[in-house]
């Protein structure tokens, strides 16, 4: 059994369903009644709600190796450093041209690797396994720089 409702809806409103109708090669009658049980669907708020779970749930592994990912380089960084900074004996005077004419040639040889490896689509990241045991737990009697007790 059905019965007939008359509704008042905006011109620009009624020209979108008899375009969609149109499409979908329906009345608008049809498009009407499938909004309005769409709408009145107990279920609907559920589907909405699964929906935006699932895109969170994806936001937040993506956060969470973005975090990983930054924090390997930040680390890997730092330690370059201080490794660096540790071997790396003061120069005297005379010897800094020379010195910094082999940096500027080193850096060179450095890029053309880069791109290189960023051609290839190779990066650091895929040389790094997913689960570093080192990281699931340090303990709390090494310092950060110490080397693993054997």
Same mark, same amino acid.
């Given at each position: 059994?059905?019965?007939?409702?008359?509704?008042?809806?905006?011109?620009?409103?009624?020209?979108?369903?008899g375009?969609?109708?149109?499409?979908?090669?329906?009345t608008?009658?049809?498009?009407?009644?499938? /909004?309005? %049980?769409?709408? #009145?669907?107990?279920?609907?708020?559920?589907?909405?709600?699964?929906? *935006?779970? +699932? !895109? &969170?749930?994806?936001?937040?592994?993506?956060?969470?190796?973005?975090?990983?990912?930054?924090?390997?380089?930040?680390?890997?960084?730092?330690?370059?450093?201080?490794?660096?900074?540790?071997?790396m004996?003061?120069?005297?005077?005379?010897?800094? /041209?020379? %010195?910094?004419? #082999?940096?500027?040639?080193?850096?060179?040889?450095?890029?053309?690797? *880069?791109? +290189? !490896? &960023?051609?290839?689509?190779?990066?650091?990241?895929?040389?790094?396994?997913?689960?570093?045991?080192?990281?699931?737990?340090?303990?709390?009697?090494?310092?950060?720089?110490?080397?693993?007790?054997?």
């Amino acid at each position: 059994m059905r019965d007939r409702l008359n509704v008042s809806l905006p011109v620009a409103m009624i020209s979108q369903i008899g375009d969609l109708a149109a499409r979908r090669k329906v009345t608008r009658s049809a498009v009407v009644e499938a /909004a309005v %049980a769409s709408l #009145l669907s107990p279920d609907s708020s559920e589907k909405t709600e699964a929906a *935006l779970t +699932r !895109r &969170l749930d994806r936001l937040t592994r993506q956060m969470q190796r973005q975090e990983r990912d930054l924090m390997i380089a930040l680390e890997t960084h730092a330690l370059f450093i201080r490794f660096w900074l540790g071997q790396m004996p003061p120069l005297p005077a005379e010897a800094q /041209a020379a %010195a910094n004419a #082999l940096g500027q040639e080193r850096f060179a040889r450095f890029l053309d690797t *880069l791109g +290189r !490896r &960023l051609s290839q689509g190779r990066s650091f990241r895929d040389d790094i396994p997913l689960d570093i045991p080192a990281m699931r737990q340090r303990p709390a009697d090494r310092p950060d720089d110490a080397p693993p007790k054997a």
